[in-house]
């Protein structure tokens, strides 16, 4: 719980609200990279999966992690057995490229490359709080899985 009263800038929304402000300000002001077809159709239908995926990683982690904080435990299991941060993956794997596939509009990937590097910023701070908080079975965690992208030790 402690994290939660340090970090006052969290909320349910998170930083969809500042990406669909983004999105708008560049559908107004006519900034895309479309693609053709057939490429598009097909990429729609990759967007729906990858927005659907995104969603539940979403919902699912901020649920567990929720759970987490108020028993004070570290959360390691459903999508956090994938990567320790799939709240910040939902949206840089999973959304924000199913958006830009289903808007048909290449340069959203952007956004993702752009959240990459905030995210990485943020989680540094994190983990150090939760290796404060956790010692030697966050370390341990930290060492098998994943820190972003589901699968990919970077």
């Known amino acids: 719980m402690r994290l939660l009263k340090e970090r006052n800038e969290v909320n349910i929304l998170g930083i969809g609200p500042l990406l669909a402000i983004v999105v708008a300000i560049q559908r107004a002001l006519g900034y895309e990279i479309p693609l053709a077809s057939p490429w598009r159709e097909m990429l729609q239908i990759v967007g729906v999966v990858l927005s659907a995926t995104g969603v539940y990683f979403w919902l699912s982690s901020a649920l567990l992690v929720k759970?987490?904080?108020?028993?004070?435990?570290?959360?390691?299991?459903?999508?956090?057995?994938?990567?320790?941060?799939?709240?910040?993956?939902?949206?840089?794997?999973?959304?924000?490229?199913?958006?830009s596939f289903l808007l048909n509009d290449l340069l959203l990937l952007t956004a993702s490359i752009m959240m990459f590097v905030a995210f990485k910023l943020r989680i540094g701070k994190e983990e150090d709080f939760l290796l404060k908080e956790f010692g030697a079975d966050y370390q341990q965690y930290a060492r098998e899985l994943a820190q972003l992208i589901p699968f990919v030790k970077l």
């Open 67 to 99: 759970r987490a904080f108020q028993s004070h435990r570290l959360e390691t299991t459903g999508v956090y057995r994938l990567c320790r941060n799939p709240l910040y993956a939902a949206f840089i794997v999973f959304i924000v490229p199913g958006l």
